[in-house]
């Protein structure tokens, strides 16, 4: 049994016709906790659950700890998330909806993460929202997906956070042949942590994370993610939250799919014709998802 879906894979007329090229949409929107997160978060609940774990643990600002408890209540195991402040009522309540326990701590995913590991005891397993191999594993199984649907892209576009999405999905291009395939890392202002490393030429920690994107938060993205530029080509791009948001809202027009400022920078380079992407004519787009907004929120925050 897995505790993820095989998510549709589309061609999406309208961002095709709107750019002169084939648009593909990997659409892990459509996950059950609404993101793709389940994928890795779903292969460690039942790796650590084999291993004799009694309690999942984990830290969040939604979209991890949602697929956690998703993970836990599926598997019959307790579960406890640590959110920061920042964390929206609509989180909180999609979580407690999932029965875990949630604990509010810090003003920063950072600190909520630092309580969450100081309550992992003798039985229980942390559950780390981008950092683990097991996670980079589980999330691999997306370009599994499309391996097996026969549709090779010319290059991937996808968001990043901690990094534990492109961790997996070069994983899953490596695994499948397919080490010559680009990927471009599409990160907004202000959460910009990935790009960061790439300029420094090692991890380095934002000082603050000021893009509403805060499910892209990660002060600093995980080494994992970092290695593979040396090892596979990835580009790191970086947009605007207005970009992120507008995305979103004609993304919403196009597929009838709502998915979050984080998922919106990926299809934002894509709408908004993104000179990076002007020798590819076949695009894999992967629609992350997110199920912690309201389109209310993001017209509320694309006004302000």
């Not at 003798?122 to 594993?137: C, I, K, T, V």
Request: charged share 20%.
């Amino acid at each position: 049994m897995t505790l993820h879906i095989e998510t549709p894979l589309i061609e999406s007329r309208a961002m095709s016709a709107t750019t002169g090229r084939s648009v593909w949409l990997k659409l892990d929107a459509l996950q059950p906790p609404g993101s793709f997160k389940i994928r890795g978060i779903g292969y460690a609940c039942k790796t650590y659950l084999a291993r004799g774990a009694r309690r999942f643990v984990s830290s969040s600002v939604g979209n991890a700890g949602l697929a956690v408890a998703y993970a836990g209540r599926r598997l019959g195991v307790p579960v406890t998330v640590v959110v920061p402040e920042t964390t929206t009522e609509r989180a909180q309540a999609l979580l407690r909806l999932e029965k875990a326990e949630v604990i509010v701590h810090g003003a920063s995913w950072q600190e909520a993460n630092d309580l969450a590991q100081s309550l992992v005891g003798e039985s229980d397993a942390f559950l780390h929202p981008f950092d683990d191999p097991l996670l980079w594993q589980g999330h691999g199984t997306l370009i599994d997906e499309v391996f097996r649907f026969g549709l090779k892209p010319d290059a991937v576009v996808l968001s990043v956070g901690g990094g534990g999405l492109m961790s997996g999905v070069v994983e899953g291009l490596h695994r499948n042949g397919w080490s010559d395939i680009p990927v471009f890392a599409v990160e907004t202002t202000g959460a910009a942590s990935f790009q960061a490393a790439v300029k420094a030429g090692h991890t380095v920690e934002l000082e603050q994370i000021t893009s509403i994107a805060t499910s892209l938060g990660a002060k600093r993205v995980c080494e994992n993610a970092f290695q593979w530029t040396k090892k596979h080509p990835i580009q790191s791009v970086v947009v605007s939250d207005q970009s992120a948001l507008t995305a979103c809202e004609r993304f919403l027009d196009d597929h009838r799919i709502l998915v979050e400022p984080a998922c919106g920078a990926s299809l934002a380079i894509v709408y908004e014709h993104a000179p990076e992407l002007k020798d590819f004519s076949n695009i894999l787009v992967v629609v992350c998802g997110g199920a912690t907004s309201t389109i209310d929120q993001i017209r509320k925050l694309g006004s302000g």
